[in-house]
């Protein structure tokens, strides 16, 4: 059973806190929930997009994942709205899917939390 965190907002969102907490909730429970950013929160996972609050890290709290063995994130990849670059350009690993790929994996599940 795979546990969908589906972030939809961009990282200056309150959203985005929540559904991060969410998911390292879930990855002490040793759950291995697998993260999925979409649209806007693309930039979570972007080098130069970092937003702190109340002294906390968004990216440096996301690097926790990899202690808990959780799975490397889905980021939407469709041609035509995905920015492609460089490995340098995100603060981890993550596997690039298509909006359509992406989506068929979430219909087929029935544990998705969206943020």
């Known amino acids: 059973m795979t546990i969908y965190i589906v ?10 806190w929540h559904g991060q907490d969410m998911l390292l909730a879930l990855a002490t429970l040793e759950l291995n929930p697998q993260l ?4 806007d929160a693309l930039d979570h996972w972007r080098v130069s997009k970092d937003v ?3 002294n906390r ?11 808990y063995d959780c799975p490397a ?3 939407a990849s469709d041609p035509l709205t995905a ?9 981890g690993d993550y596997h690039p899917l298509t909006y359509a790929d992406i989506a068929a994996r979430l219909a087929l599940s029935d544990k998705v939390m969206r943020f």
Do not use: C, F, M
Not at 83 to 91: F, L, S, V
């Open 83 to 91: 920015e492609t670059g460089n490995a340098d350009d995100w603060i």
């Open 52 to 54: 702190v609050r109340h």
């Open 73 to 75: 994130p889905l980021l």
């Open 57 to 67: 890290s968004l990216q440096k709290r996301y690097g926790l994942l990899e202690l």
């Open 36 to 39: 999925v950013l979409l649209g």
């Open 7 to 16: 972030q939809t907002h961009a990282p200056e969102h309150p959203s985005s």
